[in-house]
């Protein structure tokens, strides 16, 4: 590669150039029509020293999340349409007697059907004959990816093509073995980068780093939530068996996810790599993570900054399961001198830091990303930068999701070695809870609740009470409308009490600690103009202070961006927001503010106070026990979505009238050191605490009513979710072209529905309440449904709803299927389940105001 002298400016500069994300970010910048980027490496380019110089290069989309397989998917094309991809298949075995792993491997092929793999249940003896190496006798059936495959001849290989292909087009001016040593920033936002070989400022700095983001971010004043990992790679050979064939891989890819670990060969020996079997493993029970900052430089590395030695002793035990299963590994020689501990990169929450940095303008993170999405995760990059959004919804990789917290060290440090433990290995519950990482923030009341037993999950670092032991006298009252879950996977992390804490609420009342909510406070001259650009919702007038306003932030496409509540104030304007979806959603306000100008101040407030919910036929008559003035709540003094000053032991409290129940209520916000008190009194009129459980899963849906990060997603308008108001306002805001596009259809692509389970007895009799993702279908095809945008049907929520007595689930569908009373199927663990279509858009299922409910 020829290599100019080095420039004093550039567009874009991509530091991490030399790996194959550094390489798909650039090639994916050109195809958007960028020029004048320049990227660096401190290594080779492509790379000799990063992850992908080592990387095991095949790819798999059997994931339980759309973006990450909408990535692979994008991936391996792109490798197949480069002519470097062997789509050679994979496959994954459940060994006999692991039905733990069967049933895992049944629920990833329902995740293919659902986000478009096409994955599905093989035979013992279809395994053997794929891939004749594998004990048959020992497996009791598996998963066939025929899209799987490998990167050929490596992802390096890729990465320095599509570097070239930059570079000869005269987009990409690229430097190897050069540092960056610091940032240049000035007012917030980057303006280059120091280097080894000087200065060069740049108006965008995309960080693909890789092992080495963290030491990027430091220099940023910022920190991303990545870990280096060992991860052993083992070879034996000589394996001759594609001698003379020019192949770099034989037969399919095998795992034996069960005993953490996976196998493929490698191809004919006069290949690069050819010649030997390859035997990876992911250490479960104590993960090596390395930080950055030990990472030795090149020329102190025995192997690479990215391989460790390896010691046959850290991986005896799962090598000892792999002969059993493949003997063929015990008849080769080891080759010690090819294996090593390669580095890859684990993260708290199993997804990458993508998106602008949280403090520096134009400084935008590519880190976390395995090469069977690096194609796939550049194009998100470089559309983001350029168009401010990107096609699908990217909630889960944006480094905008990240509190404060979750960037400090000891918790990403004890976040990663959980998801380091189970990268491949046990199969993780869609409720499972971190065990590291927790007690960070604790509503005023959490004393109470551990005393009337509270059984605790997290979010936003708040603990929360799904339900309470102290009520589990209820089910005496309600046991027989709340069905025993006698699979263990639909009872795991769920706790029975639940519904009965459910039924007690719609009948009489309860408080529920709603302390999780994310509060942020938005200040200034201009504070009514920056919430009026960016909501769909009218928030300016007079008329509306003193008014909560439930609205979105739309993107340019008119999509759904986010959900909240403003609260206007004759001073500010307070969003209540979720506590998943708050540090997104003020990042975003801080930039648009920025970018047009607005004099404006915005303030996390979320640990400042605290909300506790009211709600049930009996809230208002609990209510008026414990406040000043008991009339004052009265339906004629108190309307609907209105907010008012009250007092409850003595403490000033704001009462919100609105239910995310049904039932009627209210939000009681306050200052968090008044919560007690506040709490204390409630419960002294004999309410029950309620756990969020009611909250956010079965009331919610009884209720037809959406979750942002869930239902609401930015591949869908907001009439497609059907939270569209009657009238468009007159005030423009972000969004609202397209929004008055989508309003003129004569109908919507698709719409989210609600449906219900009308049988849910598999075939060993037992009753199923599903949680997680399935995929809808049509029964007279048994084929997922497909809308003329091509997004697929699945379920975004699913819950047991005890008033209903019936499995509810929102899922988006075409249109073409959008009538009452349709007849459809979703998938579960492998069996077939008829749903029926409930409702068009939002109609609750249950009444609360005549007890009725639709069934």
Request: proline letters at 5%.
């Amino acid at each position: 590669m020829k290599m100019s002298a080095f420039p004093e400016k550039a567009r874009i500069l991509i530091v991490g150039i030399g790996g194959i994300v550094g390489a798909s970010v650039a090639h994916h910048l050109v195809e958007r029509g960028w020029d004048d980027i320049v990227g660096i490496d401190k290594s080779g380019i492509p790379t000799d020293i990063g992850s992908t110089a080592h990387a095991s290069d095949f790819c798999y989309a059997t994931s339980h999340d759309y973006l990450t397989t909408w990535t692979t998917l994008y991936s391996v094309d792109f490798f197949e349409k480069m002519g470097h991809y062997a789509r050679i298949g994979g496959i994954e075995v459940a060994r006999v007697g692991d039905q733990q792993r069967m049933d895992e491997i049944k629920r990833k092929v329902a995740s293919g059907k659902a986000f478009g793999t096409r994955a599905r249940l093989i035979s013992p003896a279809e395994i053997k004959e794929k891939f004749p190496l594998i004990e048959e006798d020992l497996i009791q059936g598996g998963l066939w990816d025929p899209d799987a495959g490998l990167v050929i001849p490596r992802s390096q290989t890729v990465a320095g093509k599509l570097v070239d292909q930059a570079v000869d087009a005269g987009k990409l001016n690229i430097f190897a073995n050069t540092s960056a040593l610091s940032l240049i920033v000035e007012d917030g936002r980057i303006r280059g980068v120091k280097t080894t070989r000087g200065e060069i400022r740049a108006d965008h700095v995309v960080v693909c780093t890789g092992l080495w983001g963290r030491l990027v971010a430091e220099m940023a004043g910022e920190d991303l939530p990545v870990y280096p990992v060992d991860h052993p790679l083992t070879f034996f050979g000589p394996y001759k068996e594609f001698e003379g064939t020019g192949k770099d891989i034989g037969w399919p890819l095998l795992r034996d996810q069960g005993n953490s670990a996976y196998m493929r060969d490698t191809g004919d020996p006069r290949t690069a790599e050819g010649g030997q079997i390859e035997w990876g493993y992911y250490e479960e029970k104590a993960p090596r993570l390395v930080h950055p900052r030990d990472l030795l430089e090149k020329e102190f590395a025995r192997l690479s900054p990215s391989q460790r030695d390896l010691e046959m002793e850290e991986v005896l035990e799962p090598l000892e399961r792999a002969i059993e299963l493949t003997p063929i590994l015990a008849e080769l020689g080891y080759n010690e001198s090819h294996s090593f501990n390669g580095l890859l990169q684990t993260t708290t929450d199993g997804g990458p830091s993508i998106g602008e940095s949280q403090k520096i303008r134009g400084l935008w993170y590519a880190v976390g990303i395995w090469v069977k999405d690096g194609p796939g995760m550049g194009k998100l990059v470089a559309d983001w930068i350029t168009d401010g959004r990107t096609a699908i919804d990217h909630a889960s990789i944006d480094y905008s999701r990240f509190n404060p917290y979750q960037l400090e060290e000891s918790f990403i440090r004890a976040r990663c070695l959980e998801t380091a433990a189970k990268i491949y290995n046990p199969p993780v519950h869609p409720r499972e809870p971190f065990e590291g990482g927790r007690n960070i923030r604790r509503s005023p009341f959490y004393e109470r609740e551990k005393e009337l037993g509270g059984y605790f999950m997290e979010l936003g670092g708040w603990e929360r009470a799904h339900g309470y032991a102290a009520n589990e006298h209820l089910l005496d009252k309600y046991g027989d409308r709340i069905p025993e879950r006698e699979n263990e996977w639909d009872n795991r992390h769920f706790w029975r009490v639940s519904n009965a804490e459910h039924l007690e609420l719609s009948e009489n009342c309860g408080i529920i600690n709603l302390s999780h909510f994310h509060i942020t406070d938005i200040e200034g001259p201009d504070h009514v103009a920056l919430l009026e650009w960016l909501c769909a919702a009218k928030i300016g007038g007079d008329n509306n202070i003193g008014k909560g306003i439930y609205t979105h932030f739309l993107d340019d496409e008119g999509n759904v961006r986010a959900d909240f509540t403003v609260i206007r104030m004759a001073d500010r304007g307070r969003l209540i927001n979720g506590a998943d979806a708050g540090p997104r959603d003020i990042n975003y306000m801080r930039r648009v503010a920025q970018d047009k100008g607005f004099d404006v101040t915005i303030t996390d407030v979320t640990e400042k106070y605290i909300t506790i919910g009211i709600w049930g036929p009996n809230a208002r008559e609990n209510l008026q026990k414990v406040v000043a003035d008991p009339d004052g709540l009265l339906a004629e003094n108190f309307p609907f979505a209105s907010i008012k000053p009250i007092s409850i032991a003595g403490k000033d409290v704001a009462a919100f009238r609105i239910s995310y129940v049904g039932e009627q209520g209210w939000e009681l916000h306050m200052a968090y050191e008044d919560g007690l008190a506040v709490w204390d009194a409630l419960r002294s009129t004999g309410v029950i605490a309620v756990g969020v459980e009611t909250y956010a899963n079965s009331r919610r849906l009884e209720k037809s009513l959406r979750l942002q990060n869930a239902d609401l997603l930015t591949h869908y308008n907001l009439l497609e979710a059907d939270l569209n108001r009657p009238k468009c306002k007159e005030a423009d805001f972000r969004g609202k072209a397209k929004h008055l596009e989508h309003r003129a259809r004569a109908h919507q692509p698709a719409k989210l529905c609600t449906l219900i389970m009308t049988d849910n007895i598999d075939d060993k009799g037992v009753a199923r309440y599903p949680v997680g993702i399935l995929p809808v279908l049509d029964p007279q095809t048994g084929e997922t449904l497909i809308d003329e945008l091509g997004r697929r049907s699945y379920t975004t929520s699913i819950a047991y709803g005890p008033t209903i007595g019936k499995n509810i689930a929102l899922a988006y569908l075409p249109w073409s299927y959008c009538q009452e009373g349709r007849q459809l199927q979703v998938e579960y663990f492998g069996e077939i389940y008829p749903v029926e279509v409930a409702s068009i858009g939002y109609k609750p299922l249950y009444d609360p105001e005549n007890k009725k409910p639709k069934s």
